[in-house]
């Protein structure tokens, strides 16, 4: 697999009523060819000017963003112009030309770059076929929806053919149900077209459903990253723990958790499930050998990319010392902590 963008030692200042502001800080990530990625965040985390670094609307204060091998850093004029023709860009507000009808708001960047009207008219048929809008080619933006606009973003932004795509929050405006059709759309961009996609969106949902790789970012700089799958199956920065919990709550808030220790009085374990090849019932198995119970009390297992992930709160019932084996057995086969005390409890939430 070879790299689409590389950003290295990427930091930006900016100055903020005659101070300095750090919007970006020594980022390092590299977005393979055919990789979906996402660039989470809360807001001012720095995720939009990461991305508008690419296509060099934003210029870096300090390193490098290498595009298909090339500095776009160092480059301008034709040189730029002739890289940023290989990446699209879609916006959650999807800037169209009001005063243009979807056939001339996706023909517009081939008429820029100057090709023959036959070859423009083929080119535009073809995309709003894809993008399922061959029937509004003569409708002004401002008689369609939300998605529909979205749809013709995405359009003129395959318009010259890009390798890759950035996206700027482009589901955020939209609907639950319209996001949905959206992120179907990048999806067969992505394995149609074999573009390259890097999204910025504060929706933890919209990374699960699309994307393989996934970076969380905060105060400008990169906490962490990795696919899609460990960071969901095992984050391990807060702020990556606090946007996996708001998609899949399989581990017990420490609220719960108090609730849960005024009937279950037993030692409360937590185990990390991962994808397991094996049927062993792990569980049952352990708890019969050493005499003890258990009762799930919290959790619950996903499915992300094909692999299962999960996370499950356990009460053992039984003499200590059988308690003990029993945890012993289980750190054999799964990711295993006990929840002691308070301070295990505020550790959750935090
Ligand atoms: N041109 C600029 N001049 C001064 N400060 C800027 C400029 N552009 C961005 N910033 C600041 O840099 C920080 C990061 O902004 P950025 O838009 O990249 O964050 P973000 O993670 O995309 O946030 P949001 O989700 O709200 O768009 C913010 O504090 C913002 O105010």
Redesign the pocket.
Same mark, same amino acid.
């Given at each position: 697999m070879s790299t689409a963008i590389s950003f290295e030692h990427v930091s +930006?200042t #900016?100055? *903020?009523d005659g101070r300095e #502001?750090e919007? =970006?800080r020594d980022v390092n990530l590299s977005v393979e060819r055919g990789d979906v990625y996402g660039i989470v965040?809360? /807001?001012?985390?720095? +995720? /939009?000017? =990461? =991305?508008?670094t690419v296509n060099a609307l934003?210029r870096p204060t300090s390193g490098r963003v290498v595009v298909d091998g090339r500095d776009v850093t160092a480059l301008n004029g034709r040189d730029l112009s002739a890289v940023r023709q290989r990446i699209g860009m879609i916006f959650q507000q999807f800037n169209l030309l009001q005063s243009r009808n979807v056939y001339q708001n996706v023909a517009y960047p081939l008429k820029l770059a100057g090709l023959p009207k036959a070859e423009i008219l083929d080119r535009v048929e073809e995309l709003l076929e894809f993008v399922g809008l061959s029937d509004k080619a003569l409708q002004y933006p401002r008689r369609l929806s939300g998605g529909q606009k979205q749809r013709v973003g995405i359009a003129r932004a395959l318009a010259s053919r890009p390798d890759i795509l950035i996206s700027?929050?482009a589901t955020s405006a939209l609907d639950p149900q319209t996001t949905g059709e959206v992120l179907d759309l990048l999806r067969r961009v992505n394995r149609e077209y074999g573009v390259t996609i890097l999204l *910025?969106t504060?929706e933890m949902d919209v990374v699960r459903s699309i994307a393989n790789k996934v970076a969380v970012?905060q105060d400008?700089e990169v906490v962490e990253h990795g696919t899609v799958y460990d960071v969901f199956a095992n984050p391990t920065h807060p702020t990556s723990r606090r946007f996996v919990s708001s998609v899949v709550a399989h581990e017990a808030p420490a609220s719960a958790l108090a609730r849960i220790r005024t009937v279950h009085t037993g030692r409360l374990v937590r185990i990390h499930v991962g994808d397991r090849e094996s049927n062993d019932p792990f569980l049952s198995r352990i708890a019969r050998t050493h005499g003890v119970d258990f009762n799930v009390v919290y959790g619950g297992v996903s499915e992300l990319q094909s692999r299962l992930f999960g996370t499950l709160t356990v009460e053992l019932l039984g003499a200590d010392v059988d308690v003990d084996a029993a945890i012993r057995d289980l750190a054999e086969v799964a990711e295993v902590a006990e929840l002691s005390g308070p301070r295990e409890l505020e550790a959750v939430d935090a």
């Amino acid at each position: 697999m070879s790299t689409a963008i590389s950003f290295e030692h990427v930091s +930006k200042t #900016f100055a *903020v009523d005659g101070r300095e #502001f750090e919007a =970006l800080r020594d980022v390092n990530l590299s977005v393979e060819r055919g990789d979906v990625y996402g660039i989470v965040g809360y /807001s001012g985390a720095g +995720k /939009s000017t =990461l =991305l508008r670094t690419v296509n060099a609307l934003e210029r870096p204060t300090s390193g490098r963003v290498v595009v298909d091998g090339r500095d776009v850093t160092a480059l301008n004029g034709r040189d730029l112009s002739a890289v940023r023709q290989r990446i699209g860009m879609i916006f959650q507000q999807f800037n169209l030309l009001q005063s243009r009808n979807v056939y001339q708001n996706v023909a517009y960047p081939l008429k820029l770059a100057g090709l023959p009207k036959a070859e423009i008219l083929d080119r535009v048929e073809e995309l709003l076929e894809f993008v399922g809008l061959s029937d509004k080619a003569l409708q002004y933006p401002r008689r369609l929806s939300g998605g529909q606009k979205q749809r013709v973003g995405i359009a003129r932004a395959l318009a010259s053919r890009p390798d890759i795509l950035i996206s700027d929050e482009a589901t955020s405006a939209l609907d639950p149900q319209t996001t949905g059709e959206v992120l179907d759309l990048l999806r067969r961009v992505n394995r149609e077209y074999g573009v390259t996609i890097l999204l *910025v969106t504060h929706e933890m949902d919209v990374v699960r459903s699309i994307a393989n790789k996934v970076a969380v970012m905060q105060d400008g700089e990169v906490v962490e990253h990795g696919t899609v799958y460990d960071v969901f199956a095992n984050p391990t920065h807060p702020t990556s723990r606090r946007f996996v919990s708001s998609v899949v709550a399989h581990e017990a808030p420490a609220s719960a958790l108090a609730r849960i220790r005024t009937v279950h009085t037993g030692r409360l374990v937590r185990i990390h499930v991962g994808d397991r090849e094996s049927n062993d019932p792990f569980l049952s198995r352990i708890a019969r050998t050493h005499g003890v119970d258990f009762n799930v009390v919290y959790g619950g297992v996903s499915e992300l990319q094909s692999r299962l992930f999960g996370t499950l709160t356990v009460e053992l019932l039984g003499a200590d010392v059988d308690v003990d084996a029993a945890i012993r057995d289980l750190a054999e086969v799964a990711e295993v902590a006990e929840l002691s005390g308070p301070r295990e409890l505020e550790a959750v939430d935090a």
